[in-house]
């Protein structure tokens, strides 16, 4: 498995990720016997990259996670952020400010019973404070050995061109899958110049790509998608149609949907880490089985073709 997030060429991790939102109960519900369930299935199926957040139920993610690895916790890469516990998902708005930054590094810590974060990543905007500032503090995290990697979660060049005059920026997270390519007229040409690593969150688009969801399908109250106009009305109903037409080509193919999507974002080089979630065991060992397909150039040029038009920016921001 080939390295999303490098020091000196040596650490290496899955490509494929397991994301902690479902585990702080976005998408309905959680369990904590099958949150462990299935983290531990990730861990036999060869994952090694973990990716989390405070914002995850109030801490649970990062709490369940610590408790799942138990004493595997210092043989992964943990990825979470220095967001804001009760931060809403659309428009974030958050303190990023040095005593802000160094409180959430210990509070994620203590829930994670580590001493390190392997890469911590600032999302959403302070209008307060600059981002210089906010470098400045993950650089002292950084030499203080209490972060490794610096990372963004953010689609704004404008962004990632400050804070790279005050330090290095060794990842950025997005939303990338074959439906939703928002990143690709801007900030994807911009870390491919800039040598940033892409970790592609959502390569499902929500669900979208599992092939799962129907035109009638609806969600429950505590489900984020709720919000999130890729699954009301005509847009939605437009997004099962196209579904169902890569549905059929994967199946013309001899793939299943699931492979045609992580194939599809897995494709360019520069995307390190398709970071997938799942609600339960089983999901993830489907997720890591799909993961080995190499989909050929023509494969490539026949999905765009089936998307076409439908090519949109979601409104969800994962934080």
């Known amino acids: 498995m080939k390295s999303i997030i490098q020091e000196n060429e040596t650490a290496t991790v899955s490509r494929i990720g397991l994301g902690g939102l479902p585990f702080g109960g976005h998408y309905g519900p959680v369990e904590r016997g099958e949150v462990v369930r299935t983290i531990r299935a990730a861990i036999e199926e060869g994952i090694t990259f973990f990716d989390t957040s405070p914002t995850y139920g109030e801490g649970l993610a990062e709490r369940l996670l610590a408790e799942a690895l138990g004493s595997d916790r210092d043989n992964v890469v943990i990825a979470t952020k220095a967001a804001a516990s009760s931060a809403i998902f659309t428009n974030l708005r958050q303190a990023n400010d040095p005593a802000t930054i160094r409180r959430r590094a210990e509070e994620s810590l203590r829930r994670l019973g580590r001493d390190h974060i392997d890469l911590y990543q600032i999302c959403g905007t302070d209008p307060h404070t600059p981002i210089a500032k906010t470098m400045e503090a993950m650089e002292e995290l950084r030499s203080a050995g209490i972060i490794r990697f610096i990372g963004f979660c953010t689609s704004k060049t404008v962004i990632l061109r400050e804070a790279l005059k005050h330090g290095r920026v060794d990842a950025v997270q997005l939303s990338y899958n074959a439906l939703d390519r928002s990143i690709e007229g801007d900030v994807l040409p911009f870390c491919r110049a800039a ?125």
């Open 195 to 319: 040598c940033i690593k892409i970790h592609a969150c959502e390569p499902f688009c929500c669900g979208l790509l599992l092939g799962s969801l129907h035109k009638n399908s609806s969600f429950d109250e505590a489900d984020r998608r709720i919000e999130d106009k890729r699954f009301r009305g005509e847009q939605f109903r437009h997004s099962i149609e196209t579904v169902n037409r890569l549905r059929a080509f994967a199946y013309q193919e001899g793939l299943t949907l699931l492979q045609l999507a992580l194939g599809w974002v897995l494709q360019d080089p520069l995307i390190k880490i398709a970071i997938c979630g799942a609600k339960n065991h089983h999901q993830i060992r489907e997720t890591v089985a799909a993961g080995n397909v190499n989909l050929t150039p023509e494969q490539i040029i026949e999905i765009d073709q089936i998307v076409g038009e439908e090519k949109f920016q979601g409104v969800s921001a994962i934080v």
